[in-house]
């Protein structure tokens, strides 16, 4: 797993991110991915994608229009705490 996705994961999992709780999902990945190279950011994006499914993602109401928040799936929590055990 690339480790800005490893280190997104983590972030959640510890601040506790899960269920209700979101974080904006543009300034969660633009603060992890900033000192990739554009082929490791590009790698992030295809992981991305097939991590979705953990993730809740929603559009949010915030004061400059609308923006998509990030929580984990409680229901894959276990899972998503394996996966980062394993790195």
Excluded: Q
Excluded at 9 to 27: C, D, Q, S, W
Excluded at 32 to 45: A, G, I, S, Y
């Amino acid at each position: 797993m690339n480790k800005a996705l490893t280190a997104c994961l983590t972030f959640l999992v510890n601040k506790r991110y899960i269920g209700g709780k979101h974080f904006p999902e543009k300034i969660l990945i633009k603060s992890r991915t900033k000192w990739l190279t554009k082929k490791e950011v590009r790698e992030f994006d295809k992981e991305y994608k097939k991590i979705k499914p953990y993730l809740i993602r929603l559009k949010k109401r915030t004061r400059k229009g609308s923006s998509w928040h990030i929580s984990i799936n409680p229901k894959c929590l276990p899972e998503i705490e394996k996966l980062l055990e394993l790195e």
